[in-house]
């Protein structure tokens, strides 16, 4: 008789998150890595990331990867030379 279901048993929820933050943490190193070697290469991919990664709703990644490779763009002679806006500074 003890194995019989009771009405009034608890019932234990587990929720599973199958989220992760590997893009946004991707964005981030990426966008580190432009910061001080080959930001022609590395940018451009972070930029792309940071986006993905707040369309996924990893904010703080995100947007903090989309802040550093803005950074990293501003400060890198052969993204300025690919943009053309060295013309516009030498002038």
Same mark, same amino acid.
């Given at each position: 008789?003890? +194995?019989?279901? +009771?009405?009034?048993?608890?019932?234990? /929820?587990?929720? /599973?998150?199958?989220?992760?933050?590997?893009? !946004? %943490?991707?964005?981030? %190193? $990426?966008?580190?890595? !432009?910061? $001080? $070697?080959?930001?022609?290469l $590395?940018?451009?991919? =972070?930029?792309?990331?940071?986006?993905?990664?707040? /369309?996924?709703?990893q904010?703080?990644? !995100?947007?903090?990867a989309?802040?550093?490779?803005?950074?990293?763009?501003? =400060?890198?002679p052969?993204?300025?030379?690919?943009?053309?806006? !060295? =013309?516009? /500074?030498?002038?």
């Open positions: 008789m003890d +194995n019989l279901p +009771n009405d009034k048993a608890e019932k234990t /929820v587990i929720i /599973v998150n199958n989220t992760s933050s590997a893009v !946004g %943490i991707c964005a981030l %190193i $990426f966008a580190i890595l !432009g910061l $001080f $070697f080959l930001a022609i $590395f940018v451009p991919i =972070s930029l792309i990331l940071s986006v993905i990664a707040i /369309v996924k709703k904010y703080a990644w !995100g947007i903090s989309l802040i550093v490779a803005l950074i990293a763009a501003w =400060s890198s052969a993204i300025w030379i690919a943009l053309g806006i !060295g =013309s516009l /500074v030498i002038h």
